[in-house]
């Protein structure tokens, strides 16, 4: 299991917003959370330590679970990997797999690039 | 690689403060520097000079030295490898191990992996050994938290150096290099006051004023000495609690 920045942003604001109903003024003085800090993390621009995360799921009631990473993607590859029957299959799907990582690294530093350029 | 002699850098001057802080360290810090390779008619330090003129006095200075396991791991060879067993061994290294963390705390440290292997061309899934040395230790740091990681490798330095650091949990982590290292060593008078600081001149030449780039971009050492006094000297006399100077370990 790990934790999704975007699932973690979308909770904290809705939490903040909609739930609680204060403003982030209000908010950082309860947590002694910077409200810039608490500004982008809810614009998942920022990774929070444990110790704030922990404050941020007492002050606005949610838990682990709900920020948790969608694992499918990751079941595919090991399903893949686990459905090989020799050893020549499994040297295949393990330099397909790593091809398929390596594109999908690609996208994701190429779509982190751009917004990066777009937040210039 | 260039050294920056223009801004002060918070996490040394974090170190100059308090250097009994937990300095994780990354495995080119225990290989021999070799650039035979890459520099024409240069040739690899020896072990030997490596280990009388870096580690040692490395390790003489700062107490908390550490390493990730899987760092450990990626030694191959056996100078290195025995230097950070004896290390461990003695107590004087401390081995930083995954397993540490509960699994509650496990979560995160995943997750921090996670965010900064999409930096790295390291694949949790996968567990291949490009930069999973690095993304282990980075990702223990940022579970700890601890303030630093000491490297080389310009991946890891790019890394705690850019905007993205924020996004991956390593906000509060700051990159130690091996030229800050050899300026605190000498100033802190950590080397045998001859022979040990021509060792220190000679790794700074070696590392970051042997070719000619470099020699147009860094200053020589001399130079490179006084500019970093310029930008730490203050800070050291204001530190209360310095390393005890070498000289006084051979005196008394």
């Given at each position: 299991?790990s934790?999704?920045?975007?699932?973690?942003?979308?909770?904290?604001?809705?939490?903040?917003?909609?739930?609680?109903?204060?403003?982030?003024?209000?908010?950082?003085?309860?947590?002694?959370?910077?409200?810039?800090?608490?500004?982008?993390?809810?614009?998942?621009?920022?990774?929070?330590?444990?110790?704030?995360?922990?404050?941020?799921?007492?002050?606005?009631?949610?838990?682990?679970?709900?920020?948790?990473e969608?694992p499918?993607e990751k079941k595919v590859f090991l399903?893949m990997m686990?459905?090989?029957?020799?050893?020549?299959?499994?040297?295949?799907f393990d330099k397909m797999i790593s091809m398929m990582l390596c594109l999908r690294k690609h996208d994701r530093l190429?779509?982190r690039?751009?917004?990066?350029?777009?937040?210039? | 690689?260039?050294?920056?002699?223009?801004?002060?850098?918070?996490?040394?001057?974090?170190?100059?403060?308090?250097?009994?802080?937990?300095?994780?360290?990354?495995?080119?810090?225990?290989?021999?520097?070799?650039?035979?390779?890459?520099?024409?008619?240069?040739?690899?330090?020896?072990?030997?000079?490596?280990?009388?003129?870096?580690?040692?006095?490395?390790?003489?200075?700062?107490?908390?030295?550490?390493?990730?396991?899987v760092?450990?791991?990626?030694?191959?060879?056996?100078?290195?490898?025995?230097?950070?067993?004896?290390?461990?061994?003695?107590?004087?290294?401390?081995?930083?191990?995954?397993?540490?963390?509960?699994?509650?705390?496990?979560?995160?440290r995943q997750s921090f992996e996670k965010a900064i292997a999409a930096h790295t061309a390291y694949e949790p899934e996968l567990d291949n050994a490009d930069d999973r040395g690095e993304v282990k230790?980075l990702a223990?740091?940022?579970?700890?938290?601890?303030?630093?990681?000491?490297?080389?490798?310009?991946r890891?330095?790019?890394l705690?150096?850019?905007?993205?650091?924020?996004?991956i949990?390593?906000?509060?982590?700051?990159?130690?290099?091996?030229?800050?290292?050899?300026?605190?060593?000498?100033?802190?008078?950590?080397?045998?006051?001859?022979?040990?600081?021509?060792?220190?001149?000679?790794?700074?030449?070696?590392?970051?004023?042997?070719?000619?780039?470099?020699?147009?971009?860094?200053?020589?050492?001399?130079?490179?000495?006084?500019?970093?006094?310029?930008?730490?000297?203050?800070?050291?006399?204001?530190?209360?609690?310095?390393?005890?100077?070498?000289?006084?370990?051979?005196?008394?």
């Open positions: 299991m934790i999704s920045l975007t699932k973690l942003s979308e909770v904290v604001h809705h939490k903040r917003k909609n739930v609680r109903k204060i403003t982030l003024e209000e908010l950082s003085g309860e947590t002694n959370i910077n409200k810039d800090t608490l500004s982008r993390i809810e614009n998942g621009r920022f990774y929070p330590s444990i110790e704030q995360l922990n404050i941020l799921m007492e002050a606005l009631r949610f838990s682990l679970k709900d920020i948790e969608n499918d399903a686990g459905s090989a029957t020799t050893e020549i299959e499994r040297v295949n190429r779509k690039q751009r917004e990066e350029m777009t937040s210039c | 690689m260039r050294v920056n002699v223009i801004d002060q850098n918070p996490a040394l001057v974090s170190l100059i403060n308090d250097y009994t802080q937990q300095i994780p360290l990354d495995a080119n810090f225990f290989i021999s520097f070799d650039r035979s390779n890459t520099v024409k008619g240069s040739f690899a330090i020896p072990f030997k000079s490596f280990q009388k003129f870096w580690l040692d006095p490395l390790f003489l200075t700062f107490p908390y030295l550490s390493i990730h396991r760092v450990i791991n990626e030694l191959v060879s056996s100078d290195s490898r025995n230097y950070a067993q004896s290390r461990i061994d003695q107590g004087h290294l401390i081995v930083m191990e995954d397993s540490e963390f509960d699994s509650d705390t496990e979560i995160y230790s223990y740091i940022a579970t700890k938290p601890l303030n630093f990681f000491a490297s080389h490798d310009s890891a330095l790019r705690l150096e850019s905007p993205t650091k924020e996004t949990g390593l906000s509060n982590v700051g990159a130690i290099e091996i030229y800050e290292l050899l300026y605190y060593l000498r100033r802190m008078e950590m080397v045998q006051p001859e022979d040990g600081v021509n060792g220190l001149k000679m790794i700074y030449k070696y590392l970051y004023y042997l070719t000619k780039k470099e020699k147009l971009e860094n200053p020589n050492w001399g130079e490179f000495y006084q500019l970093m006094d310029g930008l730490y000297a203050s800070e050291i006399q204001k530190s209360t609690g310095n390393p005890t100077p070498y000289r006084s370990f051979i005196d008394g």
